[in-house]
């Protein structure tokens, strides 16, 4: 199984332009997340999804957007990109089985806006 | 502030050792902790979890240890190996659900040959 995948790996952006990072996941798991990381920093979630057609902010959702069309695909959204959106993005799927709420993570895209 | 915060940023210890990552939480509703690896230029790898109704889980070479006394949780890792090189998060669900964590900045564990 290919488990979360995210695309692209890299990517440079101008001030101002947008663009969307994509993530799939092939678990068939209902709950989907953003999170960007920051250097030295932990983890902050951006977004999640609890399901197809439902999204909601997390603790950082300014500047950002999501969809949630289908159970499999949940693409991330910049618009108008600035500076303090140069981050590493990861992605990550859950199932929230039983006690565990164990996410998994995709490889992560780092963005980077001059 | 950060919820979850971690005593020590940096670790050094010797290949073989036993290694205790240490982590603070001031959520006192959060009933659910897991600790995460990330290796260099990789996503964060699921390593073990813990309820509040427990003060002690044990995995595969690693056990995690739960004070709610003193909001504590703690990640012993023994006969430390190169390969857990790495820097290690611990999360809480700060929101009382198992699917919405809160990272701790992490603590870089570096195992010397």
């Known amino acids: 199984n290919a488990g979360v995948t995210q695309t692209p790996k890299f990517r440079i952006l101008k001030i101002g332009q947008s663009m969307t990072l994509q993530c799939t996941q092939d678990?068939?798991?209902?709950?989907m997340y953003w999170y960007r990381q920051d250097p030295g920093m932990g983890l902050k979630l951006i977004y999640y999804?609890?399901?197809?057609?439902?999204?909601d902010k997390g603790e950082v959702p300014n500047g950002y957007n999501v969809s949630r069309s289908t159970t499999e695909d949940f693409p991330l959204r910049l618009e108008l990109a600035a500076p303090s959106q140069t981050s590493v993005y990861f992605c990550?799927?859950?199932?929230?089985?039983?006690?565990?709420?164990?996410?998994?993570f995709g490889e992560g895209s780092r963005l980077t806006v001059l | 502030g950060e919820s979850v915060g971690l005593h020590l940023p940096t670790l050094s210890v010797q290949e073989g050792d036993n290694s205790i990552i240490n982590c603070a939480y001031s959520?006192?509703?959060?009933?659910?902790f897991i600790w995460y690896k990330q290796e260099s230029g990789k996503g964060p790898q699921f390593i073990i979890d813990?309820?509040?109704?427990?003060d002690k889980r044990q995995g595969q070479r690693v056990t995690v240890l739960l004070n709610k006394t003193v909001k504590h949780l703690s990640l012993q890792i023994a006969a430390t190996q190169p390969g857990d090189s790495a820097v290690y998060f611990c999360?809480?669900?700060?929101?009382?659900?198992?699917?919405?964590?809160?990272f701790g900045k992490g603590t870089l564990l570096t195992v010397n040959p």
């Open positions: 813990i309820r509040s109704n427990m």
């Open positions: 999360a809480e669900n700060s929101g009382g659900s198992n699917y919405k964590l809160t």
């Open positions: 678990m068939n798991h209902n709950y």
């Open positions: 999804s609890v399901g197809a057609g439902i999204t």
């Open positions: 959520n006192s509703a959060s009933d659910y």
């Open positions: 990550a799927s859950s199932v929230v089985k039983g006690i565990s709420g164990e996410l998994f």
